[in-house]
């Protein structure tokens, strides 16, 4: 079992930068692939990106190709989401996931995912 939590979301005007961690305890985070979604109101779930689980191989978004990036520190158990040149259509409640599976691919579908975190609020203002 895997315990999830974010942190590091907030207010920030376009153009601005965040950093969300996600923080890992009961396991190793990077024996479990980690994806980054994120949900605006009256919106379903989406992808952002991942971390496949013990690589440094990391898939993204087309929407945030380019502008986000995800990271992850072992000795501290998490992993980060960089967030930069942000946009309006950035807000949205971000979460972080655990596929336990050691598949070779970064799922895209939250359905494909065991754990989740409780969400962190991230909020990009024109």
């Known amino acids: 079992q895997v315990q999830l939590v974010e942190s590091g979301g907030g207010l920030v005007q376009a153009g601005g930068s965040l950093r969300l961690s996600c923080a890992a305890s009961?396991?190793?985070?990077?024996?479990?692939?980690v994806g980054w979604f994120r949900q605006a109101p009256g919106k379903a779930r989406e992808f952002v990106g991942g971390?496949?689980?013990?690589?440094?191989?990391?898939k993204y978004a087309d929407a945030v190709k380019g502008r986000f990036t995800i990271s992850r520190d072992s000795a501290k158990n998490t992993v980060y989401l960089q967030m930069n040149s942000l946009k309006p259509e950035d807000t949205a409640v971000y979460y972080c996931?655990?596929?336990?599976?050691?598949?070779?691919?970064?799922?895209?579908?939250?359905?494909?995912?065991?754990?989740w975190g409780q969400g962190t609020q991230v909020t990009v203002s024109s």
């Open positions: 996931a655990g596929d336990r599976r050691p598949n070779l691919l970064i799922n895209d579908s939250s359905g494909e995912y065991d754990y």
């Open positions: 009961g396991r190793t985070i990077s024996s479990v692939t």
């Open positions: 971390i496949r689980w013990s690589s440094t191989y990391t």
